[in-house]
């Protein structure tokens, strides 16, 4: 069983930046997967990016790359998304989830993947 908490949210203006922290329980975080998600008022659950347990292997979503910057430290626990250049469209709730699967090698963009998941933090950008 892995818990997940995120910190980090906030209101923060356009062309600012935010760090998202993810703070896994347990001592086989360096065997997940971990993936950030977004859900904005009325919008499903989208993938924003995901980093393997090792950091070999990285994934963003197009809207995001060149922008944000998936990290983590397994000797800490946790996951870090760095968010710059903020945009009012990147306003959601944001999400940490870890994926077991594979011993933490894959990095999906599909939600059912993930096996835990934070209660979420807010972001808001202001225009």
């Known amino acids: 069983q892995v818990q997940l908490a995120e910190s980090g949210g906030g209101l923060v203006q356009a062309g600012g930046s935010l760090r998202l922290s993810c703070a896994a329980s347990?001592?086989?975080?360096?065997?997940?997967?971990m993936g950030w998600f977004r859900q904005a008022p009325g919008k499903e659950r989208e993938f924003v990016a995901g980093i393997n347990r090792d950091g070999g292997n990285i994934y963003y979503v197009d809207s995001v790359k060149g922008r944000f910057t998936i990290s983590r430290d397994n000797a800490k626990n946790t996951a870090f998304l760095q968010m710059n250049s903020l945009k009012p469209e990147d306003t959601a709730v944001y999400y940490c989830?870890?994926?077991?699967?594979?011993?933490?090698?894959?990095?999906?963009?599909?939600?059912?993947?993930?096996?835990?998941w934070g209660q979420g933090t807010q972001v808001t950008v202001s225009s």
């Open positions: 989830a870890a994926d077991q699967s594979f011993s933490g090698i894959r990095v999906t963009s599909t939600p059912t993947a993930y096996d835990y």
């Open positions: 347990g001592r086989t975080f360096s065997s997940y997967a």
